[in-house]
């Protein structure tokens, strides 16, 4: 026998104070989800007579209309440049905002609140809303493409970078310090090679997020393969429409795949070279005796 | 070999020229005392052993030697320096002549271990050189010298993080030689490792400090390790110092006094 005890538990209590809290957030919940249902007049009937009309389409887009191929592989290019191009001006200019933006090693804490400041508007101000700004101030073209996407990609890249800094290990940048190192070398040399992989792998997922966000942006008249499609939309041009959503899928399912695959590339650990071995060859000159 | 310091034995004597001096340090947090009133002269080519249970404030005592703390009361030199009124920079000038040893090796995981060994060259090398991880050609001799002088250069170009914890903390002995300071100051260098390990690693230390001329402060909490290998022993409990003495003086009595409980303290 373990114990020759015999135990008695307290009996739960009805009316605890943390389940009451939960069931009242429960029931808000509940409740506010039934307004919003309301508020989004789902009305599934409607859906119903919709159906029909898209299958009708579906049969007017065959076969699809590749005469204008060209066309639209000149346009998703056009794309996947300006995506690129937009991508690397917002890596530039996050990178500082980033370094500023990470709690731990950030300079200041005015500093750090400014800085996750500019990337909190930046980021949560979507590219279709800059590429209206930019629109409407430069005009259309890729562009403005370009400009709406490096907006507001620093702020998401910016943030991902804080993100990737913040839990980087002190160990290393407190024995650099330590060693008499300045700032700026402690960061290049005993941080750097810390998150290294990581940035890449960033800015690689928001390189291929880019390239997702503006295939849409020509709609509004920043550039790229969404002008296209919207031109085979206002037309009712379904064959064309098909193929300019065809190239779509399959651009932006290469680009995942070549972001996926070198990320994994980068975040692999490679094998060190055992065989590589410094030796000893002679004695040092010294003036001694 | 190593050639920046005179390679000399080295045997306890009161008239070794002081490096670091202490003088009635103490750090309090508000009204909890870390420190009290610590005073003591460390000379050229020693190797102190700071001992003492965990909480006794070894830690705080390095870390208001390097400014990592701003001690409350006291004064320190080193190399006939203040240390409490240095600027930024001096003080920058000061920490790139101490060689600092961490209990968690403090390596830099994804870097060879020749790259960190090169660390130690940081405060000396050009920003250029650092940006493209380019060091010069004494730099990296330095480095390889160092790596050579813990047993440790057939690893040079192997990534830190493959190693044992005993072959790290080499290394990070390595990168404070590379600093070529006057002092190694080493904070609970062997808590991290096993015993085979953690000799070696004292072992090290001692050669150090007695072949290379280079004072090595070391704090432990096992006295075992500290007798065998120290020529001094600083016993701290509950922040002050109990006792002070050549290694071959410490008597059982002395011991008892550095780990009593900390309430009759």
């Known amino acids: 026998m373990i114990s020759p005890w015999v135990y008695e538990e307290p009996r739960p209590r009805l009316l605890e104070r943390s389940k009451i809290i939960r ?13 919003f249902w309301r508020e989004s007049h789902v009305d599934f009937a409607k859906l119903a007579q919709g159906v029909p009309r898209v299958a009708g389409w579906l049969v007017q887009m065959l076969p699809p209309d590749t005469r204008g191929l060209p066309e ?7 794309t996947l440049a300006m995506a690129t191009i937009g991508t690397l001006f917002a890596l530039v200019a996050a990178v500082p905002l980033s370094l500023l933006a990470a709690r731990n090693i950030s300079p200041h804490p005015a500093l750090y609140y400014a800085a996750r400041g500019i990337l909190n508007l930046s980021r949560g101000t979507e590219t279709l809303v800059f590429a209206l ?23 998401a890249i910016g943030k991902m970078l804080a993100d990737v800094i913040e839990p980087a290990d002190p160990g290393p940048m407190e024995a650099a310090a330590l060693s008499g190192a300045s700032r700026l070398k402690v960061l290049r040399y005993a941080l750097l090679p810390d998150i290294m992989p990581n940035f890449i792998a960033v800015a690689l997922y928001m390189w291929e997020f880019s390239v997702r966000t503006s295939t849409v942006l020509g709609i509004v008249g920043a550039g790229g393969i969404g002008q296209t499609l919207k031109n085979t939309i206002d037309l009712l041009d ?27 590339r980068t975040l692999q650990d490679r094998a060190t070279d055992t065989a590589r071995v410094p030796v000893r060859v002679r004695e040092k000159e010294t003036g001694r005796v | 070999m190593f050639d920046h310091a005179v390679a000399a034995s080295v045997a306890l004597d009161a008239d070794r020229e002081v490096l670091l001096s202490l003088r009635d340090v103490g750090k309090s947090y508000g009204s909890t005392q870390i420190l009290r009133r610590i005073s003591f002269d460390v000379g ?34 080193y190399e006939g320096l203040c240390v409490n009124t240095l600027n930024r920079r001096d003080l920058a000038h000061l920490r790139s002549r101490i060689g600092f040893v961490f209990q968690q090796f403090n390596l830099i995981k994804r870097l060879s271990v020749l790259d960190n060994v090169l660390t130690g060259r940081l405060a000396r090398a050009p920003l250029w050189r650092v940006t493209c991880r380019s060091f010069s050609t004494a730099d990296r ?7 050579d002088a813990v047993g440790m250069l057939e690893f ?87 006792v002070d003495k050549p290694a071959h003086d410490v008597s059982a009595e002395d011991t008892r006094s550095i780990y009593a409980s900390l309430g009759a303290g």
């Open chain 1, 238 to 264: 379904f064959p064309k429409m098909v193929t300019v959503l065809a190239v779509i899928l399959l651009m932006v399912g290469a680009i995942d795949m070549i972001s996926d695959f070198l990320r994994r």
């Open chain 2, 141 to 147: 001799q330095l480095a390889l010298g160092c790596l």
């Open chain 2, 156 to 242: 040079a170009y192997r990534r830190v993080d493959g190693l044992s914890g005993g072959q790290q903390q080499r290394v990070a002995i390595a990168r404070a030689l590379a600093q070529q300071s006057h002092t190694i100051i080493a904070d609970e260098p062997i808590a991290s490792l096993d015993p085979e390990s953690a000799l070696q690693v004292m072992q090290i230390l001692k050669r150090v400090a007695h072949d290379y001329g280079i004072t090595v402060l070391c704090s432990l909490h096992q006295v075992d390790y500290a007798l065998r290998m120290a020529d001094r022993i600083i016993g701290m409990q509950a922040g002050r110092i109990v």
């Open chain 1, 23 to 35: 069931n009242v957030l429960l029931v808000g919940c509940v409740a506010l989800f039934v307004v």
């Open chain 2, 44 to 77: 050229k080519g020693e190797f102190a052993v700071v001992l003492g249970p965990s909480g006794s404030g070894k830690s705080t005592l390095f870390r208001c030697i390097t400014r990592l703390e701003e001690p409350s009361e006291g004064t320190i030199h």
């Open chain 1, 72 to 78: 639209v592989l000149a346009a998703a290019f056009e």
């Open chain 1, 133 to 155: 700004i930019f629109t409407a101030a430069i005009g259309f073209g890729p562009f403005t493409g370009v400009l709406a996407i490096a907006f507001h990609m620093t702020g």
